[in-house]
């Protein structure tokens, strides 16, 4: 005797398109959300951990968004809108977490250095220079662009949009913070 | 120096793992969490309302119950009764009925929706 199949999308879960998985998560589907946040969760906790510089702060914070989201995902108009918004929620719910740590976002580089996290992640790139560290030394505002632009793919519009802040200071921080960051790792490749 | 597309490159990895049961547990663990405590303060503030109903209702009793007492003697009496307490009755029945649909969220269940 054959089993029958079952005709509940939730058993394809894994298999179907993004927007029909957020179009179900949309109508209150519990197991659609859980598939979201299985699918999101890398993304959106490399890119707190870029900006946090501190992995548990990232992942806890990962964790807040993933609930904002959940709050907020009924009124998403366009399921194909996922990805940006939720990345947005990630950089509101990290500026909201810096405001409240009383790490302004300015360019105190200095105040952002004593507070860097000294010891190495385990993963390491470029020859031995973890790109976390290297973006720790970087502003905050600075990094936020950073991150935003080269490791999300955002223009400056949208930078503009997601961190509060002009175009134009946008695009100097992002010129500022690409030229700092090369310089770093420039730097330790020369010590090699 | 290094360039635009190796810095790129060093942004394509990243140091959380590609799955992590252990983290989607946690999230859906405080989604629950997140949920039971919208459940609870919305469960508080209809505890409130009713308090507060029963209040008002205690005080209003107290102040009118001397031209009920007036309206209940002189009035006449339906099996023993006193034809107002029977009607009053009755007109907090119905209330009773109706109330729980108008305080209800969903507001498009309910008697009270026309039928096409």
Known sequence: MTPRRTRDPRGRLEDAPEETVVALAMSGDDGAFAELVRRRQKRVRDLLRRLCGDHALADDLAQKVFVRAWRGIGALRDPGAFGGWLKRVAVSAWLSEARRAAAPIDDDEGALLAAADPAPSPQRVAGGIDLERALARLAPAERLCVVLAHGEGMTHAEIAEAAHLPLGTVKSHVLRGTEKLKRIFAGVSDDD | MMTDTQLSDLFAEGT????????????????????????????????????????????????????????VDGAPQFMGVPAPVVLGVLIAGLALLVRPHLLSSDTSVGFLEPIE
Not at chain 2, 36 to 55: D, P, Q, Y
């Open chain 2, 16 to 71: 959380a793992p590609e799955t992590d049961p252990d983290f989607t547990l946690r999230v859906t663990a405080r989604i629950g969490r997140a949920r039971l405590g919208g459940r609870l303060r919305v469960l508080a503030l209809r505890a409130a309302g009713v308090l507060m109903l029963s209040g008002v209702t205690f005080v209003a009793a107290g102040v009118i119950k001397p031209m009920l007492v007036q309206l």
